[in-house]
């Protein structure tokens, strides 16, 4: 087996999906600097082009952002960035949506973010099987939560953060109030929470886009046909206006 094959297998077995064609390397040579100030959507990028870590955090410095990857290794994992080594395993591994949750508020907190325990790390995890998920950081100025099922639409639920289904996003409660502020959000292939960089990577660019005071109100619409079935739609057409970002002429979902 030549060494292309061998590549293409790799790329293959790593974002397999059976529901929509996998993130494929259609153009290696990308504006990097561009890439930082995408968020969340990007890190499907670094990691199918394999861009090292000194290169995503060098981008972050030049960018002028608040958060670098290095800080997030330091103020997260307790190592730097050249500690971690290149492959970035420090031997530590969040399995849960609400340990995640946990540590990009310790990182927020140590970045002296006002009101830091209320920015949430969310996540749709219906596309599970097919090898994806839809996360999101929200903004939510409660604890406690009363909430309509986003499933049934009917069952009304209470939610602390205990609960699995605190770690959902919810654009109201149960009244009708406006309850998250969606900050950014992202379809992404399961691969990349198996790896410990590209989940630092994850949380500074979201760590980022707090503190950039972004909102992406364009999430509500997208959980809907998400829960539809049109994982695959959103994702190509998230995939497309990172394209337009990053100087890509073509994208990584085809």
């Known amino acids: 087996m030549n060494k292309r094959i061998l590549i293409c297998s790799f790329l ?26 995408r968020g969340m959507a990007s890190v499907s990028y670094y990691a199918a082009a394999n861009t090292s870590l000194e290169d995503i955090n060098s981008s972050f410095v030049k960018a002028k ?9 330091r103020l997260v994992y307790g190592k730097s960035l050249r500690e971690a080594g290149p492959t970035g395993d420090t031997g530590y591994k969040f399995t849960t949506i609400k340990n995640g949750t946990f540590l990009f508020q310790k990182m927020l907190t140590a970045k002296e973010l006002p009101n830091a325990g209320h920015y949430i790390l969310t996540s749709i995890d219906t596309e599970i099987k ?40 919810f654009k109201t409660d149960a009244n009708g109030n406006v309850l998250d502020t969606i900050v950014d959000w992202a379809g992404v292939p399961m691969s990349i929470f198996s790896q410990q960089r590209y989940r630092a990577v994850l949380l500074t660019q979201a760590a980022n886009q707090v503190f ?21 739609a959103i994702c190509e057409e998230q995939d497309e206006k990172t394209c337009d970002v990053m100087g890509l002429k073509k994208g990584f979902v085809r």
């Open 65 to 73: 952002k608040k958060v670098t990857l290095d800080d997030t290794y």
């Open 130 to 169: 097919n090898g994806y998920i839809i996360v999101a950081i929200v903004y939510r100025p409660y604890d406690t939560i009363k909430v309509i099922d986003k499933y049934d639409k009917a069952t009304i639920r209470v939610f602390t953060s205990e609960d699995r289904g605190f770690y959902e996003p």
């Open 212 to 232: 950039e005071k972004a909102s992406h109100d364009d999430y509500w619409e997208a959980e809907q046909r998400w829960l539809a079935g049109q994982a695959g």
């Open 12 to 37: 293959c077995v790593s974002f397999l999906c059976s529901c929509f064609n996998p993130f494929l390397i259609a153009e290696v040579g990308y504006d990097i600097e561009k890439a930082a100030g």
